[in-house]
C-alpha cells in the first residue's frame, strides 16, 4: 500500500456565518488535502498527517477529526504548553475570501525543532511527502532548512516530493526568503501543483506564461498550474481540454488544497494526465461550491463510493 505524508499545520477553522455566528471547523492548507486524498483512497493508501499539537480539548478534537477521516496521527508530536492556531475566513458575495490568524505561537511552529518528539527520519517511511509554502513558512529558519535538506536528501533516494507553493505573504521574514525558498524547492520537487496568483506574486512574473516557462526551464515535469475557472494547465504535456465551471461559487476556501488531492490521488492511482487534470478541476469546482474548507460527511462518502 502506498504511504504518503502531509506535512503542515491543522487549525481551529472559524467560518463566519453572519456578524455574530460562526461555524466551528477543522483546516489547515496541507490538512485539507490529507482529508480529500484519504478519502479519495480509501483502501489504495495510508495518509499520515505530519504535525504537531498540544495537549489541550482542540488538540483532541483535531485528532478526532482525523481519526473520523481515516487519517494515521503516528506522526503526530505533541507538545505541553503550545495549543493549535485559529483561524476566522469572512466571504463576501463573490465567495472570495478573507483570513484573519491567530498561529504566531502555535505547536506546529514546534514541528521537527528541539522541543519535538518526532524528527526528520520518519520520511524515508513514505512513498509520497507533500508540503506547502505555508508548511515552511510557518517553521523557524533553521528547522525549515533541515526540512528542505531533509526532502532533497529523500527524494534523490526514490521518494517522491510534491509542493505547492500557496503564498501567505505575512507568514514569511521577507519577499527574498519567500522568492528565494521557492526558487530552492522548485529545483527539485518532483510534483509541481502551484497556482498562477501566487507563483506572479512571489517571483513577479508578468502573466501566466512567464510562469510556465520559469516552472519548465528544465523541460516539461509533472504537475499543474492551477489558474481558477479557467481551468488547469498541464506542465507535462499540455494537455488540451475543457474544464467546467462551478455553478455557484460560494466559498473559495480550499479550492487549491481539494484540487491537489484530486491530482494527487489520481497519480497515485495510474490515472491518465488528463483524467488527473479532470478530477482535480471537478472536485475543486464541487468544493467551492460549499462553506468551509471540507465538503460536508455526506458528500465525502459519495466521493469516496465515486471513486471505489
Not at 483502501?43 to 483535531?62: C, K, M, N
Request: proline share 4%; charged share 20%; hydrophobic share 40%.
Amino acid at each position: 500500500m502506498t504511504k504518503i505524508a502531509c506535512i503542515g499545520e491543522v487549525m481551529i477553522e472559524l467560518s463566519l456565518q453572519t456578524a455574530e455566528t460562526a461555524q466551528i471547523g477543522i483546516a489547515g492548507d496541507t490538512y485539507n488535502t490529507a482529508v480529500y486524498l484519504a478519502h479519495l483512497l480509501q483502501g489504495r493508501a495510508e495518509v499520515q498527517y505530519v504535525t504537531a499539537l498540544g495537549q489541550d480539548a482542540f488538540s483532541d478534537r483535531i485528532l478526532a477529526h482525523m481519526q473520523t477521516h481515516g487519517i494515521a496521527q503516528d506522526c503526530v508530536a505533541r507538545h505541553p504548553t503550545k495549543t493549535p492556531g485559529l483561524y476566522a475566513i469572512e466571504t463576501d458575495d463573490q465567495g472570495e475570501r478573507r483570513f484573519s490568524y491567530w498561529r504566531s505561537d502555535s505547536a506546529a511552529r514546534t514541528l521537527f525543532g528541539p522541543e519535538c518528539t518526532i524528527d526528520l527520519n520518519i520520511l524515508t517511511q513514505f512513498d509520497l511527502v507533500y508540503v506547502s509554502g505555508i508548511s515552511l513558512a510557518i517553521l523557524p529558519p533553521t528547522q525549515r532548512h533541515a526540512l528542505i535538506e531533509a526532502l532533497i536528501y529523500y527524494q534523490a533516494r526514490g521518494g517522491i516530493v510534491a509542493y505547492d507553493s500557496n503564498h501567505r505573504p505575512k507568514l514569511w521574514e521577507s519577499p527574498e526568503i519567500a522568492r528565494e525558498t521557492n526558487a530552492v524547492m522548485w529545483d527539485f520537487a518532483a510534483l509541481a501543483l502551484p497556482s498562477v496568483d501566487d507563483e506572479m506574486h512571489i517571483f513577479n512574473d508578468a502573466n501566466a506564461a512567464d510562469v510556465i516557462a520559469r516552472l519548465c526551464k528544465h523541460g516539461p515535469r509533472v504537475g499543474a498550474l492551477k489558474q481558477g475557472h479557467l481551468g488547469p494547465y498541464d506542465l507535462e504535456q499540455d494537455t488540451m481540454q475543457t474544464y467546467g465551471a462551478a455553478e455557484n461559487v460560494i466559498d473559495s476556501t480550499a479550492a487549491g488544497d481539494s484540487f491537489n488531492a484530486g491530482f494527487l490521488a489520481g497519480y497515485i492511482a495510474g490515472a491518465s494526465v488528463g483524467d488527473r487534470l479532470m478530477q482535480a478541476h471537478d472536485l475543486a469546482a464541487q468544493v467551492v461550491q460549499h462553506r468551509g474548507a471540507i465538503l460536508p460527511d455526506a458528500e465525502l462518502v459519495r466521493l469516496a463510493n465515486r471513486q471505489g
